[in-house]
């Protein structure tokens, strides 16, 4: 029983390039799927992420059934992972190349429902995040976007954006000022 926990019957480095060549070739399928990200999964999506993790499981451990295999891939795969990351962050291109750019969704209060037919996104998943950014209906919007994360990103027209603390502030700052000087014109009015 020990010997079946502790060791690999595959080489580590083995398991690494097997690791490296899933994550590449999942993470292409995704990229080529779209945008979504798992805060936005819809059931289906769902049900896809969970079986492609145990598709692949055999092909990133191979035949080994060790609990040592099992840590050695987990660790190849978290490593590869925040190289990947990282270098995403810091080099522009690659981070445009695994991410991708915005897709714009709705652009001057209009839908554009071919973006959305190929984004596989419904008009209702959009509304709701409109909805929760402020707006109540897609006219109400200059520009809505599909962020490379997964995000949709809402600009509301500018008359429908709310005011904020800062605004009232600002706004009360200035009819004081008003409120100062007609006091002044009224005293030397009344002299």
């Known amino acids: 029983m020990i010997h079946d926990l502790l060791v690999s019957e595959v080489s580590f480095a083995d398991k690494a390039v097997r690791t490296i060549a899933v994550y590449l070739a ?15 999964l819809n059931n289906f999506d769902l049900v896809v992420m969970l079986l492609i993790s145990n598709v692949v499981q055999n092909a990133i451990i191979g035949p080994d059934n060790s609990l040592i295999g099992g840590l050695e891939g ?18 522009p291109w690659i981070g445009r190349l695994v991410e991708g750019g915005p897709t714009v969704l709705a652009k001057d209060g209009r839908y554009l429902d071919r973006v959305l037919r190929r984004t596989g996104l419904r008009r209702a998943d959009v509304d709701t995040s409109i909805q929760r950014q402020g707006g109540t209906h897609v006219s109400d919007t200059s520009l809505v976007t599909l962020e490379p994360g997964g995000s949709v990103l809402v600009r509301l027209r500018p008359e429908e954006v709310d005011a904020t603390r800062g605004d009232v502030d600002d706004l009360r700052a200035r009819l004081d000022r008003i409120e100062r000087q007609l006091e002044t014109l009224l005293e030397r009015g009344a002299r």
């Open 26 to 40: 999942v993470a292409l399928l995704l990229r080529l799927a779209g945008k979504r990200d798992l805060a936005q």
């Open 74 to 91: 987990a660790v190849v795969l978290v490593a590869f992972n925040a190289v990947v990351v990282r270098l995403a962050a810091s080099v």
